[in-house]
């Protein structure tokens, strides 16, 4: 049987939870301060004095009523609930090799829950992109017990941050802090609705900064040893000056319970975000088309480098801005506008927070040369709500998210430019998910018009019969298939 660990988010059905403590974060607490003598560890006098008297009674009785529980209430199928439960429990067995075929959708409704918290006294909140993700209503419930509907402002998939309103004034709005002041060792503290308990609190230090382990995501994540479990997504992450540094996103688990590994998104980041869905309903990402890695001891000689340091590129897109600067594979980067980078996640940082338009200035060593490049960003491919509307006026409502390929993955399926546009996500209520289309699809054809990008599949959205049967051609794990949409 093999056991893989695996960075989860919060989701509503948990499969188990660990019945011992992972760490003792007391002890923790006093990493900053501490003397080896032989084969044990001595906390000085201030550490001492650190773990005994770290006290958030206070702090809790403060922050409490900026909190709230999230209730969604979504439309899913019975067929996917059942095929997620036994999917999980075969992949415990015979690992992610394990194909579970499709099963017909059957509407169902299911209560999820989470966490969020005001940021505004006029009612804006911030919570979890996972935790409201197709929801069909939300409400939140606040420490009085007061229930209000919530509607959902924006949503952004690839920071996992969403921004809720709800109507009224003088909300107790959470004060934001520094996430870029926090450091490693410090005490924190969450509060959440960890397996529906309302309003429960857990603290623990800063594990590690700027974590960037996945690619589906454009956050450097705040490591904690937090206790988090289902039902805190979306919650706050308090310092000790009862200011918000982040928001609770993910754990890393083997077992989908907390295994003392707990990730937020920097509060930084995410009232970014916030702004952007608040004022443009969408968000615009840079695009540099570069893919940077560690430089670890043996690579630092081999490149003639003091110490492992820089982000070194193993891959430079076609056409992107990178490659019209001059960058190349092979290149390390060691500076970025005057910024010094030790890591590729400190470029990727950078770049994740910039504008698109915006220059740059990188500081490179190229066979032993330095280096100075220049250029300019240009906007990153983005996921596009597809919702059509036809020309006799009648509703299309698809159900796909979509987005334009971007040039890497145009050269890894071998095709043209004017290739097709890749599903991110099926509504599983939609007229696309009936017909059995997938995530992870890439549409060529639709309605017999060649689709090259997403401007294409709007057009072709507009000609489509008011009923009947058209045709979809998609690429499916590399094998072209043809797929019939019913029009309803």
């Known amino acids: 049987m093999q056991n893989h660990s695996t960075i989860y988010k919060f989701q509503r059905r948990s499969k188990r939870w660990l019945k011992h403590s992972a760490l003792n974060s007391a002890l923790a607490i006093a990493l900053g301060s501490v003397a080896i003598t032989g084969a044990s560890v001595v906390l000085s006098p201030s550490a001492q004095a650190a773990v005994s008297t770290t006290d958030f009674s206070n702090l809790v009785q403060q922050v409490t009523p900026g909190v709230a529980r999230v209730n969604v209430t979504k439309t899913v199928s019975q067929a996917e609930l059942a095929q997620a439960q036994t999917a999980e429990l075969l992949r415990q067995f015979f690992g992610d090799r394990l194909r579970i075929p499709n099963q017909p959708a059957v509407p169902a409704i299911e209560h999820a829950y989470g966490t969020a918290f005001f940021i505004t006294s006029n009612g804006y909140m911030l919570t979890n992109h996972h935790v409201v993700e197709g929801a069909d209503k939300i409400t939140v419930t606040l420490n009085d017990r007061t229930e209000l509907d919530a509607t959902l402002v924006g949503s952004d998939e690839r920071s996992d941050v969403a921004v809720l309103k709800v109507v009224g004034s003088q909300f107790p709005a959470l004060p934001i802090g520094d996430s870029n002041n926090i450091k490693v060792g410090e005490p924190v503290l969450a509060i959440g609705s960890p397996f529906g308990f309302d309003y429960s609190a857990s603290a623990g230090i800063v594990s590690a900064k700027s974590r960037s382990f996945s690619r589906e995501t454009s956050v450097p ?7 988090l479990n289902p039902g805190n997504s979306g919650g706050p992450l308090f310092n000790q000056r009862g200011e918000v540094v982040g928001i609770n996103s993910r754990i890393f688990s083997g077992t989908g319970g907390y295994m003392g590994l707990s990730f937020s998104i920097p509060i930084d980041a995410a009232m970014d975000i916030y702004e952007q869905l608040k004022n443009n309903g969408e968000v615009m990402r840079a695009y540099l088309g570069i893919y940077p890695q560690d430089i670890d001891r043996n690579l630092a000689e081999a490149y003639n480098l003091s110490r492992p340091q820089g982000a070194l590129l193993t891959r430079v897109s076609p ?5 019209k600067a001059g960058l190349r594979a092979g290149d390390i980067i060691l500076k970025y506008n005057e910024t010094q980078i030790v890591r590729a996640s400190d470029l990727l940082n950078l770049i994740n927070r910039a504008r698109p338009n915006d220059t740059f200035q990188a500081q490179v060593q190229r066979s032993g040369k330095p280096l100075i490049v ?15 509307r036809n020309q006799q006026d009648n509703d299309v409502r698809l159900g796909l998210r979509l987005r334009n390929l971007t040039p890497d993955e145009q050269a890894e399926l071998s095709v043209d430019k004017k290739s097709g546009i890749l599903v991110t996500a099926v509504d599983p209520t939609g007229l696309a998910a009936r017909s059995g289309l997938m995530a992870g699809d890439i549409i060529t054809n639709l309605h017999q018009k060649s689709i090259g990008d997403v401007t294409d599949f709007t057009s072709a959205l507009s000609s489509l019969p008011k009923s009947g049967v058209v045709t979809i051609e998609v690429i499916r794990q590399g094998i072209p298939a043809i797929i019939g949409l019913r029009i309803e």
């Open 221 to 227: 994540f705040i490591q904690t040893d937090v206790a």
């Open 319 to 323: 056409d992107s801005p990178a490659q």
């Open 374 to 388: 220049t250029g300019k960003l240009t906007r990153a491919p983005s996921d596009v709500q597809s919702e059509g």
